[in-house]
């Protein structure tokens, strides 16, 4: 079997081989310089050493009875937001009247 070694040698294939040397060791280098910096720039990061929900477990209500912190629910959160856009809205309306 007989290679033949002029196409190995031609200029676009020496080339192609240039290019992708290049693009391999560009991406290695940015690869680790992204790394290096974003391990340098999270060094003085620290996790909290406390459950931040156990600071609300420990409320007391007015009458010594503890609270414990629990979900409020998706639909009753939007209905007092609504509510309170509304009655906003109300009021303001109302001291517009006022004001003419």
């Known amino acids: 079997m007989k290679i033949n070694t002029s196409s190995l040698l031609s200029p676009t294939a020496i080339a192609s081989v240039f290019v992708l040397i290049g693009s ?8 680790y310089l992204t790394f290096y910096l974003g391990t340098e720039s999270l060094m003085g990061v620290t996790s909290p050493e406390e459950n931040p929900t156990q600071k609300i477990n420990g409320k007391t209500e007015n009458n010594g009875e503890i609270q414990n912190f629990t979900l409020m629910s998706e639909q009753k959160m939007l209905v007092k937001v609504y509510d309170h856009i509304h009655k906003a809205r109300e009021e303001s309306k109302l001291q517009a009247q006022q004001k003419k």
């Open 24 to 31: 391999l060791s560009i991406g290695l280098g940015t690869g």
